[in-house]
Structure formats: C-alpha cells, structure tokens
T-cell receptor, first 113, second 109 residues
C-alpha cells in the first residue's frame, strides 16, 4: 500500500513565523505535489516536483516555497506565515508518467493567528 | 482558464437512497476525469475515466464520462452512513489535476 505521511495533523502558528510542512512517501514516486484546500475553492495546486531538486510552480505559489532534497521527501515552506494561509494542506505523490493517479497524505490543518 | 464545477454543493439523504453527483469540466488538453472520496483524512481514489460512455463500477458506486458534453456523473446506490464524505472530481490535462470544489454528501440512518 502506498503511504504518504505528513509531519503534523494540526499546527498553530503566529503571523510572521516561518513554517515547515513535511511530506514523506514510501513508494519511490518521482512526482510530489502540495495543495491547499479551502471551503468553496476546492484543492488548489501550490507547487509540484518531478524529481529531486526540481520544482515547478502551481496555480498559487505566492507566499510559499518548496524543497526536495531527497526523492521521498517534499517540504512546503511558508517564509512568513500570514492569516490568509490558514488552510488545510495536502501532499500527494505519483509515479512519473502517471501524474493523474495521485496518492494523498492525511493533510495538515494549519491555523495562523 | 481551466475549471471543474461540481453540483450539488451539498446533499443530505437517508440510508438506502440513490444519489447522483455531477461534474462538468472545461479543461484544455483534457486526458482524464478522476473521482476521489474524502472523509476526515486523505482523499482516496475512486475512478479514473478516459473514454466516453464506458461505465466504471465498484460495488454500489459507478461513474461515466461524456466527452462531448464535458461532464461526468458519480452514482451511489443504496447509500450507507459510511458513504458520508466529500466527493471530489478532477480533470487532468497532461500536466496537473484541476479540482472542483466537491460535493458534501451526508447520509443519515
């Protein structure tokens, strides 16, 4: 079974703090994705990566950065958290060439005060 | 701009009812349509549809795609309380998934 894990289920941070969200997958997938999910807006793609050290902007990259130093790990970084980044963050992974068949992690619910 | 629209936004039914969830899409370079079920955790994959008119079935769930009219439906027959979830539809365009906002289904005993 594919397993995608995220470092925290719930996180509370203050405005201006630097926030790291970690995602690890154990299926040797090349592709990894970060989404945020908000009521009425659905899942929106923030960043994705097709390989180690590679990153591509998604639809809403502003205010975020990512890091992929190892194949199994994809980190989302909020350099200076703001209240409008309060959201559910979902990580996903897939095999290269099968971008549509994504396996999701359980999500991190982030509250920025 | 690519978009996926789901309806209804929310649905409340009793156990045993049959429900139909709708998904329309406008996705350039469209390749496939996917359905996911999301309970209080990770979205889990239900179906991937690439061809028009071919029904995919898994137990009480079934789905079909119409590439001419650009929509898909997800049917759930004899609903159970365990079907309560958000159902997500997404179009894939050779590069990324474009998600709809989801339909929240609540099944009461």
């Amino acid at each position: 079974d594919v397993k995608v894990t995220q470092s925290s289920r719930y996180l509370v941070k203050r405005t201006g703090e630097k926030v790291f969200l970690e995602c690890v997958q154990d299926m040797d997938h090349e592709n990894m994705f970060w989404y945020r999910q908000d009521p009425g807006l659905g899942l929106r793609l923030i960043y994705f990566s097709y390989d180690v050290k590679m990153k591509e902007k998604g639809d809403i990259p502003e205010g975020y950065s990512v890091s992929r130093e190892k194949k199994e790990r994809f980190s989302l970084i909020l350099e200076s958290a703001s209240t409008n980044q309060t959201s559910m963050y979902l990580c996903a992974s897939s095999f290269y060439g099968y971008q549509e068949t994504q396996y999701f992690g359980p999500g991190t619910r982030l509250l920025v005060l | 701009e690519d978009k996926v629209v789901q309806s209804p936004l929310s649905l409340v039914v009793h156990e045993g009812d049959t429900v139909t969830l709708n998904c329309s899409y406008e996705v350039t370079n469209f390749r496939s349509l996917l359905w996911y079920k999301q309970e209080k955790k990770a979205p889990t994959f239900l179906f991937m549809l690439t061809s028009s008119g071919i029904e995919k079935k898994s137990g009480r769930l079934s789905s079909i795609l119409d590439k001419k009219e650009l929509f898909s439906i997800l049917n759930i027959t004899a609903t159970q309380t365990g079907d309560s979830a958000i159902y997500l539809c997404a179009g894939y365009n050779t590069d990324k998934l474009i998600f709809g906002t989801g339909t929240r289904l609540q099944v009461f005993p």
